[in-house]
């Protein structure tokens, strides 16, 4: 038997900037707080909790005074900034920079005179961080689109400006746009629909990456937390081009599956997985089944 882990899995740039920067600032310091989970992935903040990190919610973060907050990759909402300002906190701020540079975009949008009145929709996962600091940045004046039959949420007689959560699906984002414009032209208002590509390469070549790894392999051990909207998308990936994947936050749950039969297990993961995580469940399927 044969396992690989692949290459391309692991961490994206802004997630392992994020932990980087924690990592750096609890070498010299006993405690960081971390305005939410710093990733979507259970084992690796049990790793970082353990060397001084504490998560905190925005409740707890309004009453803190006077200490230092990391504010993660997926960035943060005008608010957060405001709030730290008023309480004295000083903020480390690890927000992705391909995160920033949208809500930049969006917020010299809504500020615009010239936008005044128009719709701003953004494709994502409502209630996720990302979203929620995109929304922040037009004073949550926003239409969040999660699925294709919210679209009747768009007021059509109005013009209107779509962007993305950068870690969504590109094929997704793009079927979207095409149904939204033909709404547009039934009503005879084509020209009044903008949109602006905001999806990051790097995670969306994430999907035909793991697309051709699924296929190479008899068995996929798909790594990730329950909780990463970006592991349920490739996971379904995996899925659909190898029916022999499963998915797991950890290697103990390797002992429950049935792979000693495969010729070649392949373990792949989100960008909110670990690479250290998939090394630990390589070891465990090895000494499972050699």
Known sequence: MNITIDDNSGFCFGVIHAIQTA??????????????????????????????????????????????????AHGEPPL?????????????????????????RIR???????????????????????????????????????SFDEIDRIDY???????????????????????IRKRYEATGNSELFEFADTI???????????????????TILFVSGEKSS???YLFDICKKNNPNSYMISNAEQIRTLDICSAQNIGICGATSTPMWLMEECAEKAAERCL
């Open 23 to 72: 990592e750096e600032y609890l070498r010299t310091h006993d405690t960081l707080y971390c305005l939410g989970d710093i990733v979507h992935n259970n084992e690796e903040v049990k790793r970082l909790t353990s060397i001084g990190l504490r998560v905190i919610s925005f409740e707890e973060f309004e009453n803190l005074h006077d200490t230092t907050v990391l504010i993660r």
């Open 200 to 218: 990051c390469r790097k995670v969306a070549n994430r999907a035909k990456e793991i697309a051709d790894f699924a296929q190479k392999h008899d």
């Open 230 to 232: 970006n592991g349920l």
């Open 157 to 179: 007689s109005r013009p209107a400006m779509l962007y993305s959560q950068t870690t969504q699906s590109l094929e997704q984002y793009f079927q979207l746009i095409e149904l």
């Open 108 to 146: 010299d949008f809504y500020q615009s005179a010239d936008n005044k009145g128009k719709q701003i929709l953004i494709f994502g996962k409502k209630g996720h961080a990302e979203v929620i600091g995109l929304m922040g940045q037009a004073d949550n004046d926003v239409i969040v689109i999660s």
């Open 80 to 104: 957060t900034y405001q709030t730290a300002k008023a309480n004295n906190i000083v903020l480390i701020d690890a927000t992705c920079p391909v995160v920033l540079k949208l809500q930049q």
